[in-house]
């Protein structure tokens, strides 16, 4: 779980930051901190021994080279300290959540609305402990809006705060008001199954007779099934290989199947998210134009459904196994899918219905949509299950509706077990679902290093990455979990090539895994702004600190410019999180420094640290660098917790080493951001 960041207004006052003589007004012009030692740094050496990402063939049954002691980790230089400071936590690639503090300004609002006169309760909360924490979303109020109106206040600023609830505030509206205490009033029957309580749906007073309007249209059906004509050529699907040829991220330009040249883990056991590396083989990747792979850049990889996911799927529906792989002509009448950034218009290819599923449909990524909601009321054939589906659809029920959306990720297959007497055709079903997007990684190499290392063979050329695994809480059984598409199909590529090779077996001529790719975003901002000669400050967490190596790799490369990196990598223990150690160099130990999120109790005393505490503490060389010429600041990871925590310390440096206030500090590196000195890749 990703800790969560104190108020803005602590990070930016409780931080002393150390005064030394580079500090203005002593000295108004910025110098470089006398105490940084001059290094003479070389390239990784890539021999025989070498546990790095360069060889990782040299050590097929070594899947965790081994870490430095957490004493040498942690050196930064000798005269810096590693005193402990108290401030907002750092995430390492934590999963994106729905945001908490709408609701908690929305219970505001709840609580002005209850000296409100209610027309009615909600069904489910009668039954329920007082001391429940109450929801906007499941409080129901029959007040006219300007008895609302007249508790927020009139003008834009109470349409601001109504609207921040993710139904915009129509859920506060329009409601179910029956007598619950009539003998007449017979809640609606739910569902008995575990698909249907992992949704936790609160109805209200829901029943079968309940008026239902603003109900979600049906939406139409943009394609269909058709048998194949006898003239065309027999098909040869390929789905578990790789993605159709119609699936094409630029057209006129295929999905490029990369040969796994090699694949290792980088955490430890006992790490809270494993994360893997990766080289590529893209030395056949087909020229376009003169684009070529730049350090720093990023590339899309295509990810597949899993077999199970698709599976469990076709099961819900009742699609007969021999129907799953039977070629059939699929016509469109309108949109771009099934390809990923076509033209919109219609289309008629060869296809099967289990290639649609795990290449063009995203079936867990997405909360579930009125449309498809819609589609499933209208072939449900249980009267209850009709009329909850028809309620998630109407004003009546955007409350539960609001829930639905903002709680955990569902897959459709879930949804669908929920009310399982709504099986929909396939194509309905497809013309509602949301499209298999691809998923973006940055470079976690300089390209044209990896690609002159020693060793390999045939002038291969790689491209190198790293992925941390997405995992999310499964309804099937109590405790069990789910990855993220794209992090749980490069994951079981991984597990593949390290059993592999644990078993003597060559995975290259063997299993010959392929990852669907293609060149990407080269022109990021962390590539297009990566270059010249100025010092850089690098502030990573997590898996953001992949592109780093790849900096400081290219930059070891230049011997005028290798005492002219530092490194501030965050990670939550490192013993077990720390990513890449012992590969950037002959003075590593030197040019990096690791901060640890977990608290650790030494003689009662807590050793817990995040990246802005360490940003705060080399304030010097901080304001060095963003002063110096060419100087930049790269900041990658989470924005959550990390991103906005870093940026909060980076403020509190210009205010304390320039004497600036509060908004001038925030125009300082607002100005920075627009000369391409101070780029933040979050996500």
């Given at each position: 779980m990703a800790s969560t960041a104190p108020p803005p207004s602590t990070m930016s006052h409780t931080c002393n930051i150390p005064t030394t003589a580079t500090s203005h007004p002593d000295d108004p012009v910025p110098k470089e901190p006398a105490a940084i030692p001059e290094l003479t740094l070389q390239p990784p050496s890539y021999d025989s021994t070498s546990t790095s990402a360069s060889a990782p063939s040299s050590h097929p049954d070594n899947e965790h080279p081994s870490p430095q002691s957490l004493a040498e980790s942690t050196t930064w230089t000798a005269n810096h300290s590693n005193s402990t400071s108290t401030s907002a936590s750092d995430d390492s690639e934590a999963p994106l959540t729905p945001n908490t503090e709408p609701e908690r300004q929305m219970d505001e609002i709840v609580d002005k609305l209850q000296a409100l006169p209610t027309a009615s309760v909600n069904f489910n909360e009668q039954q329920e402990p007082a001391t429940r924490r109450r929801r906007a979303s499941t409080t129901l109020i029959s007040d006219s809006p300007s008895d609302i109106r007249r508790i927020l206040g009139d003008g834009e600023s109470a349409t601001k705060l109504i609207s921040q609830c993710c139904g915009g505030g129509c859920c506060l509206l329009k409601t179910l008001a029956p007598d619950t205490l009539s003998p007449s009033f017979v809640p609606v029957v739910v569902p008995d199954n575990r698909a249907f309580a992992s949704l936790k749906l609160r109805l209200g007073p829901l029943t079968l007779d309940s008026e239902l309007t603003d109900t979600t249209p049906l939406p139409p059906v943009n394609m269909s099934f058709e048998p194949i004509p006898a003239s065309e050529p027999k098909h040869i699907s390929t789905v578990h290989k790789e993605p159709p040829k119609y699936v094409q991220p630029h057209p006129p330009y295929d999905v490029y199947s990369a040969p796994l040249y090699h694949a290792r883990e980088l955490t430890k056991p006992g790490a809270e998210k494993r994360t893997f590396h990766f080289d590529l083989d893209v030395t056949d990747y087909p020229d376009e134009g003169g684009v070529d792979f730049k350090v720093g850049g990023a590339i899309g990889i295509c990810p597949p459904n899993s077999q199970e996911i698709v599976d469990e799927l076709f099961d819900v529906l009742c699609i007969p196994k021999f129907v799953r792989d039977k070629p059939v002509t699929l016509k469109t009448s309108t949109g771009r899918w099934p390809t990923i950034w076509g033209d919109d218009k219609p289309r008629e290819l060869i296809t099967t219905r289990r290639e649609l599923l795990t290449w063009c449909a995203d079936l867990q990524s997405f909360p579930p949509t009125k449309n498809l909601l819609r589609v499933m009321a209208e072939h449900a054939d249980a009267p209850n299950?009709?009329?909850?589906?028809?309620?998630?659809?109407?004003?009546?029920?955007?409350?539960?509706?609001?829930?639905?959306?903002?709680?955990?990720?569902?897959?459709?297959?879930?949804?669908?077990?929920?009310?399982?007497?709504?099986?929909?055709?396939?194509?309905?079903?497809?013309?509602?679902?949301?499209?298999?997007?691809?998923?973006?990684?940055?470079?976690?190499?300089?390209?044209?290093?990896?690609?002159?290392?020693?060793?390999?063979?045939?002038?291969?050329?790689?491209?190198?990455?790293?992925?941390?695994?997405?995992?999310?809480?499964?309804?099937?059984?109590?405790?069990?979990?789910?990855?993220?598409?794209?992090?749980?199909?490069?994951?079981?590529?991984?597990?593949?090539?390290?059993?592999?090779?644990?078993?003597?077996?060559?995975?290259?001529?063997?299993?010959?895994?392929?990852?669907?790719?293609?060149?990407?975003?080269?022109?990021?901002?962390?590539?297009?702004?990566?270059?010249?000669?100025?010092?850089?400050?690098?502030?990573?967490?997590?898996?953001?600190?992949?592109?780093?190596?790849?900096?400081?790799?290219?930059?070891?490369?230049?011997?005028?410019?290798?005492?002219?990196?530092?490194?501030?990598?965050?990670?939550?223990?490192?013993?077990?999180?720390?990513?890449?150690?012992?590969?950037?160099?002959?003075?590593?130990?030197?040019?990096?420094?690791?901060?640890?999120?977990?608290?650790?109790?030494?003689?009662?005393?807590?050793?817990?640290?995040?990246?802005?505490?360490?940003?705060?503490?080399?304030?010097?060389?901080?304001?060095?660098?963003?002063?110096?010429?060419?100087?930049?600041?790269?900041?990658?990871?989470?924005?959550?917790?990390?991103?906005?925590?870093?940026?909060?310390?980076?403020?509190?440096?210009?205010?304390?080493?320039?004497?600036?206030?509060?908004?001038?500090?925030?125009e300082f590196w607002a100005t920075k951001k627009q000369d391409g000195q101070y780029i933040a890749e979050t996500w």
């Open positions: 299950e009709k009329k909850i589906l028809t309620y998630l659809c109407s004003a009546q029920g955007q409350a539960a509706f609001c829930d639905l959306r903002t709680s955990s990720h569902l897959t459709v297959a879930q949804v669908l077990s929920a009310f399982p007497s709504s099986k929909p055709p396939l194509p309905a079903l497809l013309s509602v679902l949301q499209q298999l997007m691809p998923r973006f990684y940055s470079l976690s190499n300089d390209p044209h290093i990896s690609s002159a290392r020693p060793g390999l063979p045939g002038n291969r050329r790689l491209i190198e990455m790293a992925v941390s695994v997405h995992e999310t809480p499964d309804w099937h059984t109590e405790g069990s979990t789910r990855r993220g598409v794209g992090s749980g199909f490069m994951e079981r590529m991984a597990h593949q090539f390290i059993d592999a090779e644990k078993q003597g077996i060559d995975p290259a001529s063997v299993l010959d895994l392929r990852i669907p790719m293609f060149r990407g975003l080269m022109a990021n901002p962390l590539s297009r702004q990566f270059g010249g000669d100025g010092p850089m400050v690098l502030i990573g967490a997590g898996v953001g600190m992949a592109p780093f190596r790849g900096f400081i790799l290219n930059r070891l490369k230049n011997a005028n410019c290798a005492n002219k990196i530092w490194l501030i990598q965050g990670v939550r223990d490192a013993m077990v999180d720390e990513l890449y150690s012992g590969e950037l160099g002959d003075h590593e130990r030197e040019i990096k420094k690791v901060v640890q999120s977990r608290k650790v109790r030494v003689s009662g005393q807590s050793d817990a640290k995040y990246v802005q505490d360490e940003v705060r503490l080399q304030a010097d060389i901080v304001w060095f660098v963003s002063n110096a010429l060419d100087g930049r600041i790269f900041v990658c990871g989470s924005s959550k917790g990390m991103g906005e925590g870093v940026e909060e310390a980076l403020i509190d440096v210009a205010m304390q080493k320039g004497g600036l206030d509060k908004q001038q500090a925030q």
